[in-house]
């Protein structure tokens, strides 16, 4: 602020006074300021010592004006070097403050420096360097480099000063070791809020801590310090501490630092240099130490650095530009060690910087490179970037610290994979938070991370432990303070997580597979240079601590050590992983290996590794191999005896070497040494480098330099050739044989096969084949070929072949080819051949004449386009306009030709094409007359003709040559222009002869007196071509009547005074009057006078009258007329003559003029007036006569004696003017004095005239809006709305005038509009009432809680008219379902036919609470099978399953579905949640997929079930054959492939089909009773199962073939199927019989499945009618206890009576109620409000009680304190509110009134005294509104009346009692004090309340009729579901007719009859069968199976 010296001094007065009460005497002498003058732009700044001593500020600022001379009349401002302007305090400060303090004279604040200043500066080393001058060194020396914890302290304040940044902090550390540009230097940059001149100070003061710098000197700039909130891992940013760390690093690092800093809001940069050197010198010349100074400089500005030591700082210093704020530290003095170590190390020690600053860097799940925590929100917005700058050409280094991913905790964490995290509580403040994690062993090696950069154990230290295989003797724990690595303080373990002595629940080795890591807050005391912690791990392992678990982010008090050994177990279980060895495939023998192992190998197809499938066959690259190869698994190979799936550590695998075209070669490799990272892209790449060397593609090249490109187009004859082809590898060199990596291996030598294919329409043809062999000098060479003149397609084949073999295909592989395609077309024109011209010719008619170009060959070419054809012909004339080609077409294009034609007239044109040969074809053509061209009229000029008659002319239409011609639609026209502007046209249709004769109508012209020319057009419209002829007539005058002329005789008989009327002609006479003496006279055309005669008298009408005289008009003369009597009826009269051929008529129109003025006439054009307004039309005043006809009587002269008159007229505005346009009076300025609308009377006086006129005095112009009807809550006070709701009441709007009239106007647009974008509100309204009133409802009200006002706005003619605004708060409703949330264990597997997990479905209201008491028919569980749908609308047919009954545990807001059975076949399904909120909508929940897999197996099924087999034993081995090509599946009940991890054997066996033994039992191939096959994958192939030649067997028999599974540890039902056995002699019939048996078999089931679906149907639908009928007889005898009989009522007269049931209850239900608005109720822990928490019976009493509450009535009352800040906070504090959880009751159930003591009355009272609270009813929360009215009415008593209440106090006050307060009934109150009377205690009238008053209980007669009216309506709607299931059961039963019934069932049992009939023949078959050829079979084949079982 600036202001002048007299004004400072004068506003400094006052303060003077203030000052010295201040100093208190205090004298301070030879103190001085300096002073910059910086007023002058572009000069330096001059400096002044002002000595200050006991100068006051106004004696000081007198100083200073005279020291810089500044005039009295300038301005000036003095600011502190932080640019605070100098007042009374701050002055007062630096007189207390240090001497020399730096002063700035500006012209303003914010005035940018022109030079740079010094600030005089003290940094005395603060007494805390005594104190903690016992601290061990700083940089104490562990074995380790201690540099990167120098940079540390300096990233520290770094960190520190960006922590209040939004967006990213910047720390940018440079490494400037380019000497070009100075010495070496260190460079940290940050972004943070930089340091004012004071703070920059302070930082230079030794140990100057944060905790102590509030109480330093200059206080202002640094307020007390506050610890930071709590944050997770203690990440807070608050690390620079001590005040010592800082410095000891510059100087640690280097010898000198220049601290450069820019605060925030401040222009200038203030800068500090401290260096050893300058110590060292002050020192020497005994000047204070600690003694400098800061310069202060604008931005930009290094004009200071002049040595060129220091260039680089120039562009540093440049940098500074565009910057809020900043803080720059240069050091410089680099020691030469720290340079090399810097230099060399680099990657090593920005690693250790990394892990340091491991979670400020990266948040505080760290660097976890899993996808998962990529994309959480914990990102930290921290960037530490470090560049190392040499000189060139050395290339800069750059590393960004969140780049780094080798520092050690980024291994620890990407290494783990499970973690362990808890808490541990040292003190109420001390917290740490620690995490394990789980590093597992992995196949064949341990994960833990290797610590490359820890010092390595000596032999001495290794004791071989077991438990230390991982992580060695490494310590667990790296520890973090405020989430900084303290990095000389480690924690080895606690007890709870160190090996057991005793028995462990693991290996020991799991005890050193995890990691650990400890974050502490700052009440850990570390040292000052944060390498050690003082007792962090004494604290730790104190007894005192206890530690607590953290699952899923929630803290759990449980034994850390049971969790600890729990986890460690179930990370061992889970996580440590081995090789899976898959597919076993037998054992061998290897030879490879020493002999010891070379017996037992098991192989497998595949194996498990790193949760990576190898298989066969697939490609993999070798890893620590050498060479590393690639190749093809054969199999792998594991020692030791094995049978199945099996796991292992490792294990070897079989190599074929790829490529094999080159590598013909196994190896043998460990597992461990297959690249499990290596991409399937990269290996094939290298082993398709290796196939670089094999052929790969044809170079083809043209040595004569005619070379043919792909798809080329040649003319035909042009040769091919000669070809140069050279065989090319991908490597682009050229070969002539097959490579091979065998020296001995023979020599592929290649060689190249030519072909050309013509691909002509039959087929392809051969043209030409060759075979070229290798030359050294020129390749493969092909000469050229000459032989392709055929059109068409060719192509050239050249393939690489062997020429051993002439195959073109090596390895497997098509050796390279080329393709040539190209066409041979035409060549160029040679001849040329007519076509045809097919059309019909006409003269003058252009035609094409097409040409036919032919080459050498004789194929149509493209012509030459130099061609010219001639055309010549004798008999006619013939050219053409131009020449044309298309294709081999060349088009002779317009040809005409000209001449007199005939029939049958032929033409010989002779075409030419000079240069062709021959040259020249001849045309024959025939040619007809041509198109019109001209119009011929035989009639020659002039024609004479008499008007009033018609005239004919005859026309030709001809061609160019003077032909006549004929064409469709030739039609002639004639236009006669008889007159200007008329037309005569005539036509005559010439299309069949091209001539016609044309007759005009009668020419009719008027007026004519001479002969008149008329002119006569022909034309022919549809040829435009053709040119018109014209002809003209000569008409002469007519001699009929042409002409009436109506004339006025004033004298009769006398030609004098004759007046001829013109026609037209308008004729002025007085209104009233009597026209006679018309008279008319007849003329021809030539104006002769025509004699009149009766007829002609006859012909003559008159408009005026029917009665007319034929005799007069035979005379002339015309019947009077009388003359209207109004001036405005102007009439129209007409005489007229009419005959056949002629009508003439004359017409004139008569005038009426005014007579005497008889009268005064007021007109007026408006006869309303708003109030206030002058009269809007206008008001003329006028004489007329005795018909009102307006006179001119009046003029400019009368205005003077012209008076009016009227009640509150206001005659000082009235003005009257005359208007000579109207011959009126016009009075303008009428207007009425403001008051009631209304009647008023004006009467004019003018000489003996008088006029009274009515104005009608309407409402004013509107002005306003005025809501004259409004909710009652506005007017108590703020109107709360809940969201998506509607406000009840409507809102009514008046539209009034400036005086408060009503005044309608519907031209005015009221609207109502909200105040917020945010809010949309859905208003109806209905049009403006006759009063100007406007109704609104507000339908709706949508928009974010919060308060806004409705806004009444209206406009008339785009005029805004205001409007009053309502108020009102939207709250959420907290009953309206928003969102579902549901929650079911996701990881439940779901086998098919199972039970689902139960899931718990909860709704979400609009404020994010659950919903209770949700209705469970209203939500529903859908499930479809297949995928998620797009939207979320669930398919058609989705199941719908309801929810289950709540268990007595289960919370009211949530429902649930359990026991819901899974689908019983396997696949995806989805399932989604809807909740029914309206009858045609619902609230979806998102759509869950969950997959329905296979339950357990429990038989074995084939795919398809075979027919019967019927075999033989004969030596065909298809008549033997069983089965062929049958898979058998595991199935689960429910037919689904089950099993599919399971493996083992499919035992098969032959059994009888009765069950019993028999020793002629069939045998399989090899004499074998069993067979067994490979069950793999829960899948046995069959391929074929036969029995033996000569098996033995009863012929006929039938047997049974068995397929048993045998796995281990499972039993599963097998699979049979019976077959027949048949010696050979009956095999046909047995296999016709058992054929017939499958058939019959199937049928039946049908019939079966059929009858047992229909039966079943028919039977629950039965059941379901009984159960219909049963309920509603029960209904039916509930209703009768009711006394309602219902048994002869039908389902409409149930309806009737239910509603009048209803409408009865509507009417006993008219009771009070309390209308206070409750949004909040049903909410999450809200009751609601105190006025609808209780009901009163009595009115008197509610109104009483109310009263007494009424300030407590709208009140929400809350269980929890959460729940009402909750409610305060959405209305801004405008609800009252009441926790429960606050309210202090003591609730005495045995409570009584006070005269009662011990059971016993004091004294009998009168009026019926009874406590307040027993007179409450509770519906609901009967427990917490006892306790809420308990607190609020307490005792308070109520009686009858005011004097039984006086009497009651009495007497129980002289009882020696206090007396509550006392309510009468008939609304009186006594306070407990004894204070009665006046209007304060008397309670209003209930309707005074206005709805604040306690509802009423529901009478007990309603509640009966809610009971009659619950059991009507179920007793309706179980008869129309009696009703519906009847109708079903019927429908169902007649959905198949009877017949067809019948006749399904005689088809069954004559199935049924005929499988009888096939069995008995297939027994009877068996029967047949001789038992000695069955013992001979079994005596033959079974010798060996008896001596077997003799064994």
């Excluded at 009221?1310 to 945010?1318: D, E, G």
Aim: net charge neutral; proline share 5%.
């Amino acid at each position: 602020m600036t202001e002048s010296r007299e004004a400072r001094c004068c506003r400094s007065k006052n303060q003077n006074k203030c000052i010295k009460n201040v100093d208190n005497g205090t004298d301070k002498t030879h103190q001085t300021v300096v002073v910059y003058d910086c007023r002058i732009d572009g000069k330096d700044a001059t400096e002044r010592f002002v000595d200050i001593g006991d100068l006051d500020i106004n004696d000081f600022l007198e100083v200073v004006s005279k020291e810089f001379a500044i005039p009295s009349n300038d301005t000036f401002v003095l600011t502190t070097t932080d640019r605070k302007e100098l007042d009374f305090d701050r002055y007062e400060e630096i007189k207390k403050g240090n001497d020399k303090e730096t002063l700035y004279l500006l012209q303003s604040e914010d005035q940018i420096l022109p030079s740079a200043t010094l600030e005089r500066i003290n940094f005395l080393p603060h007494y805390d360097t005594l104190i903690q001058s016992g601290m061990y060194e700083y940089y104490a020396s562990e074995g380790q480099k201690a540099l990167p914890y120098a940079f540390a302290e300096l990233i520290d304040n770094a960190l520190s000063a960006t922590s209040g940044n939004t967006g990213v902090r910047m720390i940018d550390i440079r490494l400037l070791f380019n000497e070009s540009l100075g010495k070496p230097a260190v460079v940290i940059i940050d972004n943070g809020c930089g340091m004012t001149a004071k703070q920059l100070n302070n930082w230079a003061v030794y140990r100057l801590s944060k905790f102590t710098r509030a109480s330093s000197t200059l206080s202002s700039d640094h307020a007390e310090y506050v610890r930071p909130d709590p944050v997770p891992r203690s990440i807070n940013s608050d690390i620079s501490f001590f005040g010592v760390g800082g410095k000891q690093a510059v100087f640690y690092i280097g010898q000198s630092a220049r601290m450069i800093t820019k605060p925030v809001g401040i222009p200038d940069v203030h800068e500090l240099v401290i260096s050893k050197e300058e110590f060292e010198r002050k020192e020497k010349n005994k000047e204070d130490i600690y003694a400098g100074f800061i310069r202060n400089r604008k931005v930009g500005d290094s004009s200071h650095v002049t040595s060129d030591e220091e260039r680089f700082l120039h562009g540093i210093i440049q940098e500074e530009l565009g910057k809020q704020s900043f803080t720059a530290l240069v050091v410089t003095g680099i020691r030469q060690d720290h340079i090399v170590f810097l230099k060399q190390d680099f990657q090593l020690w920005t690693r250790e910087l990394a892990h340091m600053y491991h979670y400020y860097i990266h948040g505080i799940h760290g660097n976890n490179m899993k996808e998962s925590y990529r994309s959480s929100d914990c990102v930290s917005n921290i960037d530490i970037q470090i560049s190392l700058l040499e000189k060139f050409p050395k290339i800069p280094r750059m590393v960004n610290l969140r780049q780094i991913a080798e520092d050690m905790q980024t291994l620890y964490i990407n290494a783990s994979s499970d973690t362990f995290e808890f808490k541990a509580y040292v003190d109420p403040d001390g917290i740490v938070e620690g995490i394990l994690r789980y590093h597992p062993f992995l196949y064949d090696k341990e994960t833990y991370p290797e610590d490359r950069c820890a010092i390595p154990a000596s032999d001495e230290d290794d004791d071989g432990a077991v438990h230390n295989q991982a992580r060695g003797k490494r310590p667990i724990f790296e520890c973090f303070w405020n989430g900084r690595l303290i990095p000389y303080t480690t924690v080895s373990e606690f007890d709870w997580c160190s090996p057991p002595k005793k028995a462990a629940p693991v290996p020991m080795e799991c005890y050193s597979r995890f990691s650990g890591v400890l974050f502490t807050n700052d009440r850990f005391q570390v040292s000052t240079n944060k390498l050690t912690f003082m007792d962090l791990e004494l604290q730790l392992k104190s007894k005192e601590t206890f530690f607590t678990r953290i699952v899923n982010g929630q803290e759990q008090r449980v034994t850390i050590q049971k969790e600890f050994n729990q986890w460690l177990k179930t990370c061992h279980e889970k996580l440590d992983k081995q090789v899976n060895f898959k597919g076993f495939k037998g054992m061998i023998t290897r030879t490879d290996v020493n002999a010891k192992m070379r017996f037992p190998w098991a192989t497998f197809s595949s194996i498990n590794l790193a949760c990576k499938i190898f298989k066969a066959g697939q490609y993999v690259k070798t890893t620590r191999t050498v060479p590393i190869f690639f190749g093809s698994i054969i199999r792998f190979l594991l020692y030791g005896h094995h049978d199945g799936d099996v796991y292992a550590t490792g294990g070897d695998v079989e190599l074929q070497l790829e490529p094999k075209a080159l590598h013909d070669q196994v190896r043998t490799i460990p597992i461990s040494k297959i690249d499990r990272g290596a991409l399937n892209a990269s290996i094939m790449k290298s082993i398709n480098d290796d196939l670089a060397r094999l052929p790969e593609e044809l170079k083809v090249s043209w040595p004569e330099g005619n070379p043919w490109t792909q798809n080329d187009v040649r003319p035909a004859g042009t040769p091919l050739g000669p070809l140069c082809v050279e065989i090319l590898n991908k490597k682009k060199e050229s070969i002539s044989r097959i490579p091979s990596l065998n020296p001995n291996s023979s020599k592929k030598t290649l060689s190249i096969e030519l072909k050309i294919i013509w691909h002509s329409p039959p087929g392809d043809v051969e043209t030409n084949f060759h075979i070229a062999t290798h030359s050294p000098k020129w390749a493969f060479w092909f000469r050229s070929m000459e032989n392709l003149n055929k059109l068409g397609k060719y192509t050239l084949y050249l393939n690489t072949i062997l020429t051993e073999s002439n195959v073109t295909t090596w390895a497997g592989n098509q050796l390279p080819n080329y393709r040539l395609d190209f066409t041979i077309t035409e060549g160029s024109a040679s001849s040329f051949v007519v076509a045809p011209v097919n059309m019909a010719l006409c003269v003058g008619e252009p035609f094409n004449i097409p040409l036919q170009l032919l080459d050498a060959y004789g194929h149509p070419t493209h012509p030459n386009p130099d061609l010219k054809p001639l055309l010549e012909c004798m008999s006619l004339d013939v050219h053409y306009e131009a020449v044309d080609t298309a294709g081999s077409i060349l088009l002779i294009r317009g040809v005409r030709a000209k001449g007199l034609v005939h029939q049958s007239n032929t033409h010989n044109i002779k075409v030419v094409l000079p240069g062709l040969v021959p040259d020249s074809q001849t045309l024959k053509i025939s040619i007809l007359p041509g198109n019109p061209f001209s119009l011929n009229v035989k009639q020659e000029d002039p024609i004479t003709v008499e008007n009033r008659s018609s005239v004919t002319f005859d026309v030709e239409v001809q061609d160019m040559a003077g032909n006549i011609t004929a064409r469709p639609k030739l039609i002639v026209c004639c236009q006669l222009q008889v007159t200007t502007g008329s037309l005569s046209v005539m036509a005559t249709d010439c299309s069949n002869t091209g001539a016609g004769i044309l007759v005009s109508k009668e020419i009719a012209l008027k007026n004519i007196t001479g002969h008149r020319m008329v002119k006569a057009t022909f034309n022919i419209p549809s040829q435009k071509s053709v040119a018109p002829v014209e002809r003209h007539l000569r008409v002469v005058p007519s001699t009929c009547v042409s002409k009436l002329e109506v004339y006025n005789q004033a004298v009769k008989d006398s030609a004098s005074g004759i007046t001829v009327l013109r026609d037209r002609e308008k004729i002025s006479w007085v209104v009233g009057d009597l026209l006679q003496n018309l008279c008319f006279k007849l003329y021809d055309e030539a104006g002769r006078e025509v004699p009149l005669s009766m007829e002609r008298a006859q012909k003559i009408k008159v408009n005026w009258t029917v009665d007319i005289s034929v005799e007069e008009l035979a005379q002339g003369k015309l019947p009077n007329i009388l003359v209207p009597s109004l001036v405005k009826d102007k009439h129209f009269y007409q005489v007229s003559y009419k005959d056949q051929l002629v009508f003439v008529d004359t017409s004139f129109t008569i005038v009426p003029l005014p007579d005497e003025p008889r009268h005064l006439k007021a007109t007026l054009t408006e006869t309303t007036l708003r109030m206030g307004e002058v009269l809007p039309g206008k008001l003329y005043l006028e004489l007329t006569d005795q018909y009102g006809n307006k006179t001119d009587a009046l003029n400019a002269a009368c205005v003077d004696w012209l008076t009016v008159d009227a009640d509150g007229i206001v005659k000082e505005s009235l003005v009257f003017t005359w208007e000579e346009s109207t011959h009126s009076i016009l009075l303008t300025g009428l207007r009425f004095n403001p008051g009631f609308p209304g009647i008023r009377e004006l009467l004019f006086h003018w000489k003996e005239f008088e006029e009274h006129v009515t104005i009608r005095v309407t409402a004013g112009v509107p002005a306003k809006l005025k809501l004259v009807d409004e909710p009652e809550e506005v007017n108590i006070k703020l109107l709360q709305v809940l969201n998506e709701k509607r406000i009840e009441t409507p809102f009514f709007v008046q539209l009034v005038d400036e005086w408060g009239n009503p005044s309608p106007d519907k031209r005015v647009v009221v609207s109502l509009r909200p105040s917020s974008p945010a809010l949309k509100i859905s208003v109806s309204s209905q049009p403006v009432d006759k009063d100007g009133k406007y109704r609104f409802v507000v339908d709706r009200v949508e928009g974010p809680k919060g308060e806004y006002s409705l806004e009444f706005k209206g406009s008339l003619n785009k005029k805004p008219i205001p409007g009053p605004s309502v108020k009102f708060i939207i709250i959420p409703d907290p009953n309206k379902p928003v969102k579902l949330v549901v929650n079911y264990k996701t990881d439940s597997v779901f086998p098919a036919g199972g039970t689902m997990p139960v899931f718990s479905v909860s709704a979400l209201s609009e404020e994010g609470s659950a919903i209770k008491n949700l209705n469970p028919a209203d939500l529903s569980m859908l499930m479809w099978k297949g995928q998620h749908t797009e939207t979320l609308c669930p398919p058609k047919g989705a199941s719908v399953l309801k929810s289950s009954k709540p268990l007595g545990d289960e919370k009211v807001e949530s429902l649930h579905f359990r026991d819901k059975v899974i689908p019983d076949r396997v696949g995806t399904y989805t399932i989604q949640f809807v909740l029914c909120l309206k009858k045609s909508t619902g609230l979806f929940s998102q759509q869950y997929v969950i997959n329905v897999v296979a339950s357990n197996p429990v038989k074995l099924a084939p795919d398809l079930k075979p027919p019967t087999p019927v075999v033989t034993n004969i030596s065909d081995l298809t008549s033997r054959t069983l089965v062929e090509n049958m898979t058998l599946n595991l199935l689960d009940p429910y037919n689904n492939p089950a099993g599919l991890t399971l493996s083992g054997q499919v035992l098969v066996t032959i059994e009888c089909s009765n069950g019993s033994s028999n020793n002629a039992m069939p045998l399989f191939e090899g004499h074998a009773k069993s067979v067994q096959f490979v069950l793999e994958n829960g899948k046995a192939f069959i391929p074929a199962l036969s029995i033996m030649e000569n098996s033995p067997g009863q012929d006929g028999n039938e047997y049974i073939l068995v397929f048993r599974p045998s796995i281990s540890g499972i039993l599963l039902k097998g699979f049979e199927l019976p077959f027949r056995f048949s010696n050979g002699i009956l095999k046909t019939k047995l296999c016709e019989l058992s054929r017939r048996k499958d058939i019959l078999m199937q049928d039946i089931e049908k019939y079966k499945g059929w009858f047992e679906t229909k039966n079943q149907l028919i039977t629950e639908l039965k059941n379901a009618v009984c159960e219909a009928s049963n309920k509603e007889r029960s209904l039916k005898l509930d209703l009768q206890k009711k006394d309602i009989n219902v048994s002869r009522l039908s389902i409409l007269e149930i309806e009737s009576l239910t509603n009048q049931k209803i409408d009865d209850q509507v009417k006993l239900q008219r009771r009070r109620v309390c209308s206070i608005p409750d949004p909040f109720k049903g909410s999450l822990d809200i009751l609601g409000k105190i006025g609808h928490l209780a009901l009163v019976k009595d009115d008197d009493v509610a109104t009483v009680i109310s009263w007494h509450l009424l300030g407590e009535m709208d009140c929400v009352v809350t269980t929890t304190t959460a729940a009402a800040r909750r409610v305060y906070e959405g209305t801004q504090g405008r609800q009252q509110v009441m926790p429960l959880d606050t309210v202090f009751y003591n609730n005495n159930r045995n409570r009584s009134l006070p005269h009662i003591r011990k059971g016993q009355a004091c004294f009998n009272p009168i009026g019926n005294p009874v406590l307040a609270l027993d007179v409450l009813i509770f519906l609901e929360n009967a427990e917490s509104c006892q306790k809420v009215f308990g607190s609020l009415l307490g005792n308070t008593i109520l009686i009858d009346d005011l004097d039984s209440a006086n009497h009651y106090r009495l007497r129980v006050v002289q009882s020696n009692i206090q007396c509550p307060t006392i309510l009468t009934r008939q609304g009186e109150r006594i306070f407990s004090t004894g204070k009665f009377g006046g209007l304060q205690n008397k309670a209003p009238t209930i309707e005074k309340l206005r709805g604040h008053v306690f509802g009423a209980p529901v009478s007990k007669e309603c509640s009966i009729l809610k009971t009659q009216i619950d059991l009507l309506r179920e007793y309706q709607n179980a008869m129309q579901k009696s009703i519906q299931v009847n109708e079903d059961l019927q429908s169902q039963l007649r959905d198949i007719p009877l017949p067809e019934r019948m006749r399904k069932k005689e088809d069954y049992k004559k199935k049924v009859e005929e499988l009888k009939i096939v069995e008995a023949d297939l027994a009877s078959v068996q029967m047949q069968t001789p038992a000695s050829r069955a013992k001979r079979f079994q005596e033959g084949a079974g010798n060996s199976t008896r001596k077997k079982r003799r064994l």
